[in-house]
């Protein structure tokens, strides 16, 4: 087909779409039924987007000034292997296996401003990632690397994801905490907090503690 002709073919359709529009507007009444068909479809797509927001937000946990978000519990089943078992306040328990020397959580919070703050809405956290690294270098580059997903909605709508990456927070602030890598030790547990401070996690065996101090 030639560019003449293809032009031509566009501009008989631009001609046929142009009448059909003229003879629309020439209807009594017309923009009142646009405006009609316009306010429903954007109510249906208000009414989709707060739809998936809620399911997404419903996977978050409300937070107290200082909360243990999860403990966590390691058993070593290899060399640089281990399986870490995390355990919510909820009652929820689930596995993961880790490699490599030590290990991190990265936790999602929405703190509310304005007049949401004035409601009483509470902070509210996710646990987002939890993740192993190497001690050395030359193993952090070569080796394999683990990393898990603790939690999420089913929808692939992401409200923290859209609040942090546009910059505008004047009602929510959308933030990023990690624990700082902790030792990944046979028989260890830890407590993982959420505060104003951050992301902490704390030895609560023997095992924990001494992995900590030989770590440090």
């Avoid at 009609?36 to 987007?49: D, E, I, N, P, S």
């Avoid at 902070?123 to 952090?140: A, H, I, Q, V, W």
């Avoid at 624990?179 to 030895?203: C, E, K, N, W």
């Amino acid at each position: 087909m030639t560019y003449p002709l293809f032009a031509g073919g566009l501009g008989l359709i631009a001609l046929i779409l142009l009448l059909l529009g003229l003879r629309i507007m020439l209807r009594r009444g017309w923009f009142l039924t646009w405006l009609k068909g316009t306010l429903a479809v954007g109510m249906v797509l208000v009414a989709a987007g707060l739809a998936l927001a809620a399911t997404d937000l419903y996977s978050y946990h409300s937070l107290a000034k200082q909360s243990e978000i999860a403990t966590l519990s390691v058993e070593q089943i290899d060399q640089q292997r281990y399986r870490v078992s995390v355990f919510l306040p909820q009652g929820e328990a689930q596995d993961y296996e880790l490699l490599g020397d030590l290990w991190q959580m990265d936790v999602r919070v929405l703190r509310w401003k304005g007049p949401f703050a004035s409601l009483g809405l509470q902070p509210g956290y996710r646990l987002d990632r939890l993740s192993g690294r190497y001690l050395r270098l030359e193993d952090e580059r070569d080796r394999e690397r683990s990393l898990h997903q603790l939690s999420g909605s089913n929808t692939g709508f992401d409200v923290w994801r859209l609040l942090h990456a546009s910059g505008k927070q004047n009602w929510v602030e959308a933030s990023y905490g990690a624990a700082t890598y902790m030792p990944l030790r046979d028989g260890a547990r830890f407590s993982i907090q959420l505060s104003s401070l951050g992301v902490m996690a704390r030895p609560l065996n023997r095992e924990a503690q001494e992995a900590v101090e030989r770590w440090d």
